[in-house]
């Protein structure tokens, strides 16, 4: 056979082989994966359909509902980063007029807000500012003039820093026959998560937050409420990708082929997760608040205030007011360039107002927190100085 002539060379092009600085992941996410989990992604490969990894995903169902103290049978991993499962959660019970009602506090609520309408739902919003949460009696008088299908909540506002208590909230939810959607991409691994207690009916997060994952791979959880709510369907699921009633037929115990799972990352998440349920809940929520309290105090013997209220910060993700006539996006690019730390800016109305600071999974140790605060110092001084 004879040589092709009219190949196009113009993209042939001798790339270094890869390698990446040693960056210490202390932004809103990604966070660094343990060790162990990046060990796992590296495992040679097996089928989609083969007994050993239909075994490895039983057990990545019964990690999920240990991490979320839940018992619902539909509870997985989605193939795509966190807003697949968020939009997964929306695209399966969400139908042309259902009312919905979203608490906006942040960055998130705005995208709930974004989605739910993509799907012809009837959006309702209920506004705080950014940093605060809701009340009960807030809750329930939304709830009462709205009347919606679903109430959408963000746990763990990533944009603010903010934890949105959710005790009650699920008894008022089922007072007025409603479903509870919440958002825990910052809260699970990290931050104390009840579902079936405080009657959570659809939940989804991310891995590489608390959980010390790479992105790519997303926890999903329905309730038997919102299963039967999305049996209950007059239209077909308008995202076929994210369509439960197909893909749960794969995490069940047909194992219907639907679409090739991401088989590395399977792994890693698996380790993940055998790394909460050997710590335990228990202990990690504790180290993760030992941790930021220990971040909290250095911030503020530099002078720094936080942007939440104690009562309602959280654990995994800080928020910090940038100093007046301090440089922001200035200071961060230093402790990148010099030190290797990245942390973020504000997103939304807390742009070049906040640093966000994260301390998730296997991040949250206390030499992070030192080596931060030190290099933050050393940073501050030179630009305080100017």
């Not at 990894?53 to 019964?62: K, R, V």
């Not at 919440?182 to 009657?199: A, E, H, M, Q």
């Not at 959980?211 to 791979?217: A, E, R, Y």
């Not at 942390?343 to 296997?362: D, H, Q, S, T």
Request: glycine fraction near 8%; proline fraction near 6%; include cysteine.
């Amino acid at each position: 056979m004879n040589a092709p002539t009219e190949i196009n060379e113009t993209h042939r092009v001798q790339f270094p082989q890869l390698d990446v600085p040693p960056r210490l992941l202390l932004g809103p996410g990604p966070s660094n994966a343990h060790p162990r989990v990046l060990q796992a992604l590296t495992m040679r490969q097996v089928g989609h359909l083969d007994p050993c990894f239909i075994q490895l995903m039983n057990e990545i169902q019964t990690l999920l509902r240990y991490a979320w103290q839940t018992d619902n049978p539909l509870t997985i991993p989605v193939s795509g980063a966190g807003s697949a499962a968020m939009e997964a959660t929306l695209a399966n019970t969400v139908e042309p007029g259902d009312v919905v009602l979203v608490g906006v506090k942040g960055y998130f609520g705005h995208r709930l807000v974004d989605m739910a309408g993509r799907y012809g739902a009837d959006v309702r919003k209920m506004m705080k500012p950014w940093g605060q949460v809701f009340s009960l009696e807030e809750i329930r008088e939304n709830l009462e003039t709205h009347r919606p299908a679903i109430l959408a909540l963000v746990h763990a506002e990533t944009s603010t820093g903010a934890r949105q208590p959710l005790e009650d909230v699920g008894e008022l939810c089922r007072e007025y026959n409603c479903l509870l959607l919440v958002d825990t991409v910052t809260s699970l691994g990290g931050v104390p998560l009840f579902l079936d207690r405080w009657g959570v009916d659809m939940a989804y997060s991310c891995s590489q937050k608390g959980l010390g994952c790479p992105p790519g791979i997303s926890p999903l959880t329905l309730s038997p409420r919102a299963v039967e709510k999305l049996h209950r369907r007059k239209t077909t699921v308008p995202n076929w990708y994210l369509d439960m009633s197909l893909v749960s037929k794969y995490w069940g115990d047909e194992r219907t082929y639907h679409h090739t799972a991401p088989i590395n990352m399977s792994y890693a998440l698996r380790e993940a997760l055998r790394l909460v349920a050997e710590e335990g809940l228990a202990e990690r929520w504790q180290r993760h608040q030992d941790n930021v309290e220990l971040l909290w105090q250095g911030l503020e013997d530099l002078g720094l205030t936080c942007h939440v209220e104690k009562e309602y910060r959280l654990p995994t993700l800080t928020t910090v007011r940038i100093p007046e006539g301090v440089d922001g996006k200035a200071v961060a690019r230093q402790l990148l360039d010099e030190y290797n730390i990245e942390i973020a800016g504000g997103l939304g109305e807390l742009g070049g107002k906040v640093w966000r600071i994260g301390l998730m999974g296997f991040n949250s140790r206390r030499e992070n927190v030192v080596v931060l605060l030190e290099a933050l110092d050393r940073v501050l001084q030179k630009h305080q100085a100017k």
